[in-house]
């Protein structure tokens, strides 16, 4: 079983920076797409971002210039780097990982191709 452990979500400021990082501790991720994925109050889980075991990066459009995905494979962990946040960007966050290479459509990480969720981790922006 996959356990994968989301950090690093919190209260920032509108332009303020957050970083999260997602491990594994049971299983190598360097074999896998992992992705990003956020849920706002009342809205669907939306991709935001993935990284191929090969490093093909994919991101939605809202974040494109503002976040970076990366991973580091001898530490197991992926990161999601937020810069110029805002209250849009609010919601809680789930790292993912997709067992068959990052499922997209438009070059957004898909929900049905996820395997396995991690917890998820709160990011509210203020305004």
């Known amino acids: 079983q996959v356990q994968l452990v989301e950090s690093g979500g919190g209260l920032v400021q509108t332009g303020g920076s957050l970083k999260l990082p997602c491990s594994s501790s049971?299983?190598?991720?360097?074999?896998?797409?992992i992705a990003w994925f956020r849920q706002a109050p009342g809205k669907e889980r939306e991709g935001v971002a993935g990284i191929s075991d090969v490093g093909k990066i994919y991101y939605r459009d809202s974040v494109k210039g503002r976040f970076t995905i990366s991973r580091d494979n001898a530490q197991n962990t992926g990161y999601l780097q937020m810069n110029d946040l805002r209250p849009e960007d609010t919601g809680v966050y789930y790292c993912?990982?997709?067992?068959?290479?990052?499922?997209?459509?438009?070059?957004?990480?898909?929900?049905?191709?996820?395997?396995?969720w991690g917890a998820g981790t709160l990011v509210t922006v203020s305004s």
């Open positions: 993912a990982i997709d067992l068959w290479g990052c499922t997209t459509v438009d070059g957004i990480p898909q929900v049905s191709g996820v395997d396995h």
């Open positions: 049971r299983r190598s991720l360097g074999s896998y797409c």
